[in-house]
């Protein structure tokens, strides 16, 4: 990793969070391949996700991403990409975030600088309590509309989402009948939890053409 132009109170992969301004914060991340986090003054470095959470992240990305660019929704972007918000005030990177058309303005080039319309964080044993507690209320507080927990680790439930209420406050979108979630921020979208705990995960390109055959059709696999 590199280190040119880190602030000397920065921490390292074993140390606790360390006190630094704003600027130091952006400084150390624009001069290094850092993933890091900063909160209320204090930056953490995140640990390097494992195998499992890649593969994950990937097919996530792929339907999101090619669902938002084919219906015009917005953008989405996965980590390493920097969220500011300002209720906190926090830059955070959750591991996908999608942008509507709406809030296109929010993006600078370099960053999120406000709420995403949907957040996903993808839960480690490093990052249980911050995702499922700190996160969930931080993400609230500031105005993400939708936020999904993903969470691979065995016995647990592999995908919870939620949507901020007229309160302020996340209450759970129930899945449907089929066992669907559907999306209130990406609207058309839904999601079977059960792709997420298949291993290997089933082919994105397959998923979309079960989403909305109407415009992702042409990608099933012909041979199935």
Request: net charge negative.
């Amino acid at each position: 990793m590199a280190t040119r132009d880190i602030p000397s109170n920065v921490l390292t992969l074993d140390s606790p969070p360390r006190r630094m301004t704003e600027q130091e914060f952006l400084d150390w991340t624009a001069n290094s391949d850092v993933r890091a986090e900063w909160v209320d003054g204090e930056a953490f470095e995140l640990m390097p996700p494992d195998e499992r959470h890649q593969d994950i992240s990937g097919f996530l990305l792929i339907i999101l991403r090619m669902f938002a660019t084919r219906l015009g929704l917005g953008k989405v972007l996965d980590a390493p990409f920097e969220m500011r918000l300002r209720t906190r005030p926090s830059y955070r990177e959750p591991d996908l975030l999608f942008v509507s058309v709406e809030h296109a303005t929010y993006l600078d080039g370099q960053r999120l600088d406000g709420p995403a319309d949907l957040a996903v964080e993808i839960i480690g044993d490093d990052s249980s309590s911050r995702d499922q507690r700190v996160k969930f209320l931080e993400y609230a507080g500031a105005g993400v509309q939708e936020y999904w927990l993903v969470d691979p680790r065995p016995g647990k439930l592999i995908l919870r989402a939620f949507i901020l209420n007229d309160a302020g406050d996340y209450e759970a979108i129930a899945a449907d009948d089929s066992g669907r979630i559907h999306s209130r921020a990406m609207p058309g979208l839904w999601i079977e939890p059960q792709w997420l705990e298949s291993d290997p995960l089933p082919d994105p390109f397959d998923r979309l053409a079960e989403i909305a055959p109407d415009r992702f059709g042409n990608f099933k696999d012909p041979r199935s």
